[in-house]
């Protein structure tokens, strides 16, 4: 694999976990291994988001490419923006709707605010594919926190993405959760994200 062989070994090892076999094409490597920098980028900051105040910062760095390369910047040298970067700017939305990692078989969907105002939203969460809304309704996301919005039921042998789409008076959002136990099939995922405009 010459000087970056352990990065590359790195990323097949990451795509395998998520995504069960590697791409053996260039395009599909490139797409599975910025997909799955992007999901775990996502996980993180949304695992310390959805916790608030229990803990309450993630420092992740690396925004940019000095040089041509193979690396886990989100935004590579040609100031292209990679997947991850798209994943995070909605992660990091001043107002952002995220699900908690499963607990039994429920989720739970929080609303994280960091603005200094309370927030009115109107919510909907639909399983991408079959179009299904999974919940609807309206919550309030109180300034400064982060506060329970719903719970839906978890199975983690059915596979899904949903997509979590907010709207209110501080504005609207978007964002996705990959509920399940992986490995999830390449192509539907890809199918999944494209389709909702998520890539």
């Not at 995070?88 to 200094?116: C, K, W, Y």
């Amino acid at each position: 694999f010459g000087p970056d062989g352990a990065r590359v070994m790195l990323m097949v090892n990451q795509i395998r976990a998520l995504f069960g076999d590697v791409p053996d094409t260039l395009e599909e490597f490139a797409f599975a291994s910025q997909a799955t920098q992007g999901e775990a980028k996502k996980t993180f900051i949304e695992m310390f988001r959805g916790g608030k105040w229990r803990r309450t910062g993630i420092i992740w760095w690396n925004l940019m490419d000095g040089w041509p390369q193979m690396s886990d910047a989100v935004v590579d040298y040609y100031f292209a923006p990679k997947i991850a970067y798209r994943y995070i700017t909605r992660s990091q939305q001043h107002v952002a709707l995220m699900f908690r990692e499963p607990d039994g078989l429920e989720q739970t969907l929080v609303a994280a605010n960091d603005t200094l105002e309370d927030a009115a939203l109107h919510y909907t969460v639909t399983e991408i594919g079959s179009g299904r809304i999974v919940s609807e309704g309206d919550a309030l996301a109180p300034a400064n926190d982060t506060t329970p919005v719903a719970t839906v039921p978890y199975d983690p042998d059915a596979q899904r993405c949903y997509l979590i789409a907010w709207s209110g008076p501080l504005g609207e959002g978007r964002n996705h959760y990959l509920a399940g136990r992986p490995p999830f099939r390449l192509a539907e995922y890809r199918e999944w994200v494209q389709s909702a405009g998520l890539v």
